[in-house]
């Protein structure tokens, strides 16, 4: 069986001018397939299964963040959202700005509430790619969590809110992918 090993890998012309990096080092993924329905206030809660840990190999690679949530909302009610954190600090996400919640992710119609009223299809999805520089080579854990300020409605994770046993209702995937990229 052969074998081949190698730290860097270059095109046969080198690296267009400007170019740094850019090779994939190392995947960390995890996808969760369960579901959920979840209440949470103001302060943010980690989602269950939504979180992934990576070993950087250099402090100067950077970790390509993917993260897909399904999801859908208990209510009309448009506050609930979503936040990207490394360790304990956010990432990905907006301006401060007055009063608005800094999210990563708008948990609102129509998108994530059935627009008929019924609420019962779905869930809908969306997706977050951010290029982190974390600049350590020590463990980093990035986590999905959930606010509701409001603090009363629902939050149906991978499933629709009336998850009844038939063929007009999904039942689907969260994930977060981690790729350590080369500095």
């Known amino acids: 069986m052969s074998e081949l090993r190698t730290n860097k890998i270059y095109p046969r012309d080198g690296r267009p001018s400007g170019a740094s990096g850019g090779g994939i080092i190392q995947v960390v993924s995890i996808t969760k397939t369960d579901t959920e329905s979840l209440t949470s206030d103001a302060t943010p809660a980690l989602i269950p299964g939504m979180v992934a840990t990576i070993t950087p ?3 100067s690679n950077k970790i390509l963040v ?3 949530l399904s999801a859908l909302v208990g209510a009309s009610y448009g506050g609930q959202y979503a936040v990207l954190r ?3 600090t956010d990432i990905a996400v907006g301006d401060a700005a007055g009063s608005r919640n800094r ?3 708008s948990l ?4 994530f509430y059935d627009s008929n009223g019924s609420n019962n299809y779905g869930p809908g999805q969306a997706s977050i790619n951010h290029l982190d520089s974390p600049g350590t080579t020590s463990a980093v854990t990035y986590g999905l969590y959930h606010a509701d ?3 009363s409605n629902a939050l149906y994770i991978n ?7 038939s063929n007009l209702y999904n039942e689907v995937t969260s994930s977060i992918t981690l790729m350590e990229i080369s500095g």
Not at 108 to 111: C, D, F, G, M, R
Not at 159 to 165: F, G
């Open 57 to 59: 190999q250099s402090a």
């Open 66 to 68: 993917m993260v897909t």
């Open 86 to 88: 490394r360790g304990s």
């Open 103 to 105: 999210a990563s992710i």
């Open 108 to 111: 609102q119609a129509p998108l």
């Open 149 to 151: 300020p409001n603090g």
């Open 159 to 165: 499933r629709s809110s009336n998850d009844s046993d």
